[in-house]
């Protein structure tokens, strides 16, 4: 069997807010969030490259299939499971229309986006360090690398 190397996934930046900023709902609500997320992974699969939940935002870098890389559905679908989870608490989610996605170039880009979403607890006043908001995959990129050898 021949091997041949597969490209890299396509790598997208992307913000979703809601509409009340001063709203608590995503980081009050992480779990549902969470689970809604998985959800939208089994049907349309990408990967979690980076991501921070802040209380009426979030950002991330997806991975997206290289044999399906549209993120418009996955958006959808993500916020139509998130509000089904939330059904029973009585709350939805007020997303603004705009997602303001940006497919990253390099590895230049990659790296300062990476950046962008660890600090921003920090640059909002939410946590002193990044590593002190727990709605962040700052933790997952730390206990990879503490692992290595």
Avoid: C, Y
């Avoid at 709902?25 to 990408?46: D, E, I, K, Q, S």
């Avoid at 958006?75 to 705009?98: G, I, V």
């Amino acid at each position: 069997m021949i091997s041949i190397p597969q490209p890299p996934a396509p790598l997208v930046f992307f913000t979703m807010r809601l509409a009340d900023p001063q709203s608590d709902l995503l980081t009050a609500h992480a779990g549902p969030l969470r689970a809604a997320m998985r959800a939208v992974r089994r049907v349309r699969p990408f990967e979690i490259d980076s991501i921070v939940i802040l209380p009426a935002a979030l950002h991330a870098i997806w991975a997206l299939p290289m044999n399906d890389p549209d993120l418009a559905p996955r958006l959808e679908l993500f916020r139509a499971q998130f509000d089904a989870l939330l059904a029973a608490s009585d709350r939805r989610a007020d997303w603004l229309e705009q997602v303001w996605p940006h497919p990253l170039a390099d590895d230049a880009d990659l790296a300062a986006h990476r950046a962008m979403i660890h600090q921003t607890p920090v640059m909002q006043g939410l946590a002193p360090r990044p590593e002190a908001w727990q709605f962040s995959s700052i933790h997952r990129a730390r206990d990879v690398r503490a692992s290595l050898p």
